[in-house]
């Protein structure tokens, strides 16, 4: 190039493919670690299937739950779903045990009280 030749105003082809290679790497850097993070907790979900009906109760969970999550997409985690399913049963028995109480109140007298 001599000095009477005008520089290209827009960067050329070659620097933009590297700029997007650029700005999207991250985002393939992720998806990769997301579904090996999915596959490594999938393979933990299958071992539960080993357990159990109480062993798999102590910790909240039922079979139906176990093989539901395993079910899904290979690329969701399963691990998430049945946190989520465990989690969710649990406020529903301690919303039960609530409930029981409060009604346990309102028609039997409380001990120590004068009637």
Avoid at 60 to 72: K, P
Avoid at 79 to 84: F, V
Avoid at 98 to 104: A, K, N, P, Q, S
Wanted: aromatic share 2%; glycine share 6%.
């Amino acid at each position: 190039m001599d000095a009477s030749t005008p520089l290209p105003k827009s960067p050329a082809p070659l620097a933009m493919l590297a700029n997007a290679v650029r700005t999207n790497a991250g985002v393939v850097v992720a998806f990769v670690r997301a579904t090996w993070k999915a596959r490594r907790h999938r393979r933990d979900v299958v071992r539960l299937l080993q357990l159990d009906d109480h062993g798999l109760a102590d910790i909240g969970l039922t079979r139906g739950d176990v093989v539901a999550v395993l079910a899904g997409s290979t690329f969701d985690d399963p691990s998430t779903r049945l946190r989520i399913l465990a989690v969710e049963r649990r406020a529903g028995r301690r919303a039960q045990a609530r409930e029981r109480l409060t009604e346990g109140a309102v028609t039997a007298p409380r001990l120590g009280a004068r009637v």
